[in-house]
Nanobody, 115 residues
Framework: QVQLVESGGGLVQAGGSLRLSCAAS????????MGWYRQAPGKQRELVAT???????NYAPSAKGRFTISRDNAKNTVYLQMNSLEPEDTAVYYC?????????WGQGTQVTVSS
C-alpha cells in the first residue's frame, strides 16, 4: 500500500524555522520526482518545491531563498527546511509525486506561523 507520511509541522513565530519530513513507502513516483505542496485555509493547494532523484530542485517564487528541499533516497524520505517563516506560510503541507498522484495524498502536517 502506497503511503506518504508527513511530519515536522508545528506552531512557530514569524522569522522562525521548521523542518518537514515525508516518508514514502518506497520508490512510488515515476522518475522518482517528488514535491512539497501546501494548502492554506480557503485556498487551493499549491506547489512549493520539487526535487529530482539526483537532487535538482525548483521552488515556487514564494519559497525561493527561504525553503530548501532535499532527499535521502536510501530512506525514501524527502525534507523541506523552511527558514524565515512568515504568517503567509501558514498551511497544511503535503508531499506527493510531481506531478501529484491523486490517490497518494496523505494527511499532511500543519504549519502555523504567528506574527
Amino acid at each position: 500500500q502506497v503511503q506518504l507520511v508527513e511530519s515536522g509541522g508545528g506552531l512557530v513565530q514569524a522569522g522562525g524555522s521548521l523542518r518537514l519530513s515525508c516518508a514514502a513507502s518506497g520508490r512510488i513516483c515515476r522518475g522518482n520526482l517528488m514535491g512539497w505542496y501546501r494548502q492554506a485555509p480557503g485556498k487551493q493547494r499549491e506547489l512549493v518545491a520539487t526535487i529530482t532523484s539526483l537532487g535538482s530542485s525548483n521552488y515556487a517564487p514564494s519559497a525561493k531563498g527561504r525553503f530548501t528541499i532535499s532527499r535521502d533516497n536510501a530512506k525514501n524520505t524527502v525534507y523541506l527546511q523552511m527558514n524565515s517563516l512568515e504568517p503567509e506560510d501558514t498551511a497544511v503541507y503535503y508531499c506527493n509525486c510531481y506531478p501529484p498522484v491523486e490517490n497518494f495524498w496523505g494527511q499532511g502536517t500543519q504549519v502555523t506561523v504567528s506574527s
